[in-house]
């Protein structure tokens, strides 16, 4: 696989070399997905270049992605981002870009929703986050920058989780801070031309 932007389609080589990574991990974490088939994933992601992109992205960039939940009412796939710690190809990020227009000086080079969104993902929410942990053992060295209430970034903070001591725990910082263990995890759904926001929050299920 080689550098891609969502804005640009890969080759069928660099989606197929991406294709047989992605069923390999599916494969091996079948607790994960139980009663999904990969070839209808597959299909799905065959349908859809731009997801595929995103996917690249996601996997080139350390999350290694997996699908972790299924509606069956709409066909739709969800795919997070699995790395046993925060991708490290999306560390030392403050929250958003205007916690990153905020600082006067040395500035990371970028934040969260902003790579995010060029990725063509969505941050998890508190929500997903704890529902991920259910799944394995996540961020027991590093933390990851989630979705925060816009009450809360009203005033300037922002969330991000990880596990310690066994529990999950939610914390707040300085939207402004970044740290070298601290990333974030992206969330994609598959099974429609366009990722739907807010909808996608309401309407992931997870595998039990």
């Known amino acids: 696989m080689s550098k891609t932007n969502n804005t640009k389609q890969g080759s069928s080589s660099e989606h197929a070399e991406l294709l047989a990574v992605l069923k390999t991990r599916f494969e091996k974490n079948m607790k994960r997905h139980k009663n999904v ?46 790395s046993e710690e925060s991708p490290k190809g999306r560390r030392s990020l403050c929250y958003d870009g205007e916690a990153l227009n905020s600082r006067k000086e040395n500035k990371p080079k970028s934040s969260a929703m902003e790579m995010a969104a060029e990725m063509g993902i969505e941050l998890l929410t508190e929500e997903h986050y704890r529902k991920l942990q259910t799944l394995g053992n996540f961020d027991t060295k590093t933390s990851s920058w989630i979705v925060t209430p816009a009450n809360i970034r009203k005033l300037k903070g922002a969330l991000f989780g990880d596990r310690r001591y066994d529990a999950v725990f939610v914390y707040h910082n300085g939207a402004e801070s970044y740290y070298a263990a601290r990333g974030f995890r992206g969330a994609l759904k598959v099974g429609q031309l366009n990722f739907l926001g807010s909808r996608f929050v309401k309407q992931t299920i997870f595998l039990t």
């Open 37 to 82: 088939e990969w070839n209808k994933v597959q299909a799905k992601l065959e349908a859809n270049p731009k997801k595929l992109n995103s996917l690249d992205e996601m996997e080139l960039s350390g999350g290694e992605p997996d699908v972790v939940g299924h509606d069956k009412k709409t066909d739709e796939y969800f795919v997070y981002d699995c």
